[in-house]
């Protein structure tokens, strides 16, 4: 028999096999871990930037929507404490005549009405500062007619009341 000798080719070395699988293990890993630290890179510099915004809304703590006769919303009114200021915005085209003022008045649910301040502008909405602090025991708020620059803290306002509504204290 003729035998022709095949040309011999070395054995395949596993050592190499496992050498190569190694690598290319260690760049997966590698990269695995760099895309996980810029995922959470780019989650922390979101979250905070939420939370900036958060911080930054208006957080509404008691609400009163104020009522006329008929029963028709006619004035909304929220406080927001990290503000320290009501805002009140009118809901409906009533408007004090020139020799009057509309007062806003707490009423507590045992106690006599608190002013809080005179709705000195004609605009849709107004600003009036107060705190947390003013609207802790009152149960509604109202609104009075009264002459030209309003009446002193400890004077009791002229009745009946043009709008009144109850305060709601929302869970923030």
């Not at 596993?14 to 997966?28: K, M, S």
């Not at 900036?52 to 029963?71: H, P, S, T």
């Not at 709705?119 to 107004?126: E, I, P």
């Not at 003013?134 to 009264?146: F, G, K, P, R, T």
Request: proline content about 5%; some cysteine; glycine content about 6%.
């Amino acid at each position: 028999m003729n035998e022709t000798a095949s040309p011999s080719r070395p054995p395949i070395s596993h050592a190499a096999w496992w050498r190569a699988a190694t690598i290319v293990c260690l760049l997966v890993m590698a990269f695995a871990t760099a895309t996980g630290v810029s995922m959470y890179e780019q989650f922390t510099a979101q979250i905070n930037q939420l939370q900036g915004k958060l911080q930054n809304i208006a957080q509404i703590k008691y609400i009163a929507v104020l009522l006329d006769e008929q029963q028709a919303a006619a004035l909304l009114v929220t406080l927001d404490p990290q503000d320290n200021a009501l805002q009140i915005q009118r809901l409906n085209s009533v408007s004090e005549g020139r020799e009057d003022t509309m007062q806003l008045w707490a009423l507590p649910a045992n106690g006599k009405p608190r002013s809080l301040g005179i709705l000195a502008s004609a605009g849709k909405t107004l600003r009036l500062a107060a705190n947390e602090k003013s609207l802790l025991d009152v149960q509604q708020l109202a609104i009075s007619v009264e002459s030209k620059g309003g009446i002193a803290e400890n004077a009791a306002p002229r009745l009946p009341y043009l709008f009144k509504g109850a305060v709601v204290q929302k869970a923030l």
